[in-house]
């Protein structure tokens, strides 16, 4: 039998766990509602605090700037930019318009990359590209503005090259542009200095496979060119058409790999680039090539695939 002073105690140290658990799940649920009301930003995803917080079709923004320019993006047919990526957009910083300087005629002529009097061309380092969404807008921007004609992303480098009409459009009005999207120009002393930008070393790689393997196919082929193929041994021929294989493998391999990593993505955004032909082109070459060799027909075309290569790296 338990006294009544000990059923006291139990009852006692019941009702303190109970309290305490109440007391704990009130204060989570007063952290969950706190989170739940704290909105976060539709074009940023930044949190929607104080007056400062904006709302737009249900839609809750943090800021003006990033109101202003979910509204420039729905006006020219651009909402898709927020269905490649969560919260894609970047914040929009304060008093982005004040780029008139870039207009003064020593900046202009130590920014752009090529002028002839109507058409100019400009590369920026814009640091805030972070995913495809940015790249998706970026190369978007000739619907944003009249007079901007094609626009490029190069995403390792976070760089922008964009063309446009002088008589349209200033400097200062396309880095304005950009700003105002949440993707301000690095714009550095440096960058005003005429110092061109070091080739990277994968590159001169690249390169200098291609002119070896071109430069080599070329000598086994000469036979071909002079039309001396019915003196020459056929096993020879074969032999030579087997060495040509064995030099385009580095070529088609490595060479070329940025031509297929940019197919590749251009295929996956259902855009078509000038590096989807280039990839097609060099797929037709090789396959063709491998087909005559290994069949016994002939050749191939290394020679013609390792000097295209060659000069399309030569123009990098």
């Known amino acids: 039998m338990i006294s009544q002073r000990q059923a006291g105690l139990v009852i006692s140290s019941h009702v303190t766990i109970y309290s305490k658990q109440g007391i704990q799940e009130n204060a989570e649920g007063k952290v969950r509602s706190t989170i739940d009301a704290l909105a976060l930003c539709f074009h940023c995803g930044t949190p929607c605090r104080g007056a400062s917080s904006h709302s737009l079709h249900e839609k809750a923004f943090c800021c003006h700037g990033c109101l202003t ?3 420039l993006l729905t006006a020219n047919g651009l909402t898709d930019f927020y269905n490649l990526a969560e919260n894609a957009g970047v914040r929009v910083k304060p008093g982005v318009d004040q780029f008139a300087f870039v207009d003064a005629t020593a900046v202009r002529e130590r920014l752009v990359n090529f002028s002839d009097g109507t058409t100019t061309k400009v590369t920026f380092r814009v640091p805030a590209i972070h995913c495809i969404a940015c790249v998706w807008l970026l190369e978007n921007l000739f619907r944003l503005k009249e007079g901007i004609g094609q626009s490029q ?13 002088n008589t349209k459009v200033k400097l ?11 993707y301000e120009p690095d714009l550095k002393f440096s960058d005003l200095e005429s110092v061109k930008t070091p080739i ?4 001169w790689m690249q390169l200098g496979i291609a002119g070896f393997a071109f430069g080599n196919i070329m000598l086994l082929s ?6 001396l193929d019915d003196w020459g041994d056929l096993n020879l021929k074969k ?24 197919a590749w993505i251009s295929l996956r955004r259902k855009l078509l680039t000038i590096e989807v032909p280039i990839a097609v082109g060099i797929v037709a070459l090789f396959g ?3 087909f005559e060799v290994f069949s016994g027909r002939g050749e191939g075309y290394f020679d013609s695939l390792c000097g295209l290569m060659f000069f399309l790296l030569c123009g990098k």
């Open 69 to 71: 320019v979910f509204e």
């Open 153 to 165: 992303v190069h995403f390792p480098r976070k760089e922008v090259a964009i063309t446009f009409e």
């Open 172 to 182: 200062s009005e396309v880095v304005s542009l950009l700003a105002s999207l949440g």
């Open 200 to 203: 990277s070393r994968r590159l």
């Open 222 to 227: 000469i036979s071909s060119y002079l039309g």
């Open 239 to 262: 032999l030579f058409g087997f060495i040509s294989f064995a030099l385009a493998l580095p070529v088609f391999f490595y060479s070329a790999s940025d031509y297929w990593k940019s």
């Open 288 to 290: 063709q090539s491998v």
